[in-house]
């Protein structure tokens, strides 16, 4: 059984710190194997993926460049709005460089596919993604993902780079909240 403390608010872990960082070790070998020597750049997408791109870059033993971007987010909301908007732009020009998108939680895609769109227009050498998290969505836009950590069922999660309202990212779990605790129970 789950032993960690549990933040006020959440109800159920879903993912445990053991299972995340066995998960991330499996990953980051892959990416070792496949990047090699080519110094990817990985690009973490603000604020959600800190989490996870810290402890992978961390886990993985191969050159590598990071940068960020941010995008608008869903708010204080539980759902998408489909509308995205760069709110930070890389520091960097990524012409003829292997880029390594470090996205924390795949939902309707679209976000991921605006992101893609835009750096695929800045002619890198290619374009790949590792999401932690993607939900088993039906109604998802189809859009690239090269490596998930764990598909999850369609229920809203927070921990582990995750927010409702700006709070729980510092879990070093992935949960699903009390409805009580976002105020739909
Ligand atoms: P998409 O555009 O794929 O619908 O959503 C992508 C973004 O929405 C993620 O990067 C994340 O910021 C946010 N998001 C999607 N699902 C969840 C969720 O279950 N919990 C939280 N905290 N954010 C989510």
Redesign the pocket.
């Given at each position: 059984m789950l032993s960690e403390p549990r933040a006020r608010g959440v109800a159920r872990v879903l993912i445990d710190e053991p299972t995340l960082q066995g998960r991330i070790g499996e990953l980051a070998a892959e990416l070792d194997a496949e990047y090699g020597s080519d110094a990817p750049l990985m690009v973490g997408?603000l604020n959600?993926a800190v989490a996870f791109m810290t402890d992978l870059m961390r886990a993985m033993t191969i050159p590598l460049e990071i940068d960020f971007m941010a995008v608008s987010?869903?708010g204080a909301s539980t759902r998408?709005s489909g509308v995205v908007r760069i709110l930070k732009d890389l520091s960097r020009d990524i012409e003829g460089r292997r880029v390594l998108v470090v996205?924390?939680?795949?939902?309707?895609?679209?976000?991921?596919q605006y992101l893609l769109d835009v750096l695929q227009r800045r002619n890198p050498a290619d374009v790949a993604v590792v999401a932690l998290l993607k939900?088993d969505k039906a109604d998802a836009v189809p859009v690239r993902v090269d490596r998930v950590g764990f598909p999850i069922p369609d229920e809203?999660?927070?921990g582990y780079g995750?927010?409702?309202a700006g709070r729980y990212r510092n879990l070093p779990y992935v949960a699903v909240l009390d409805p009580a605790a976002i105020g739909e129970g």
């Open positions: 997408v959600g987010s869903y998408s996205e924390d939680i795949v939902d309707s895609g679209l976000t991921l939900k809203f999660v927070v995750l927010d409702y």
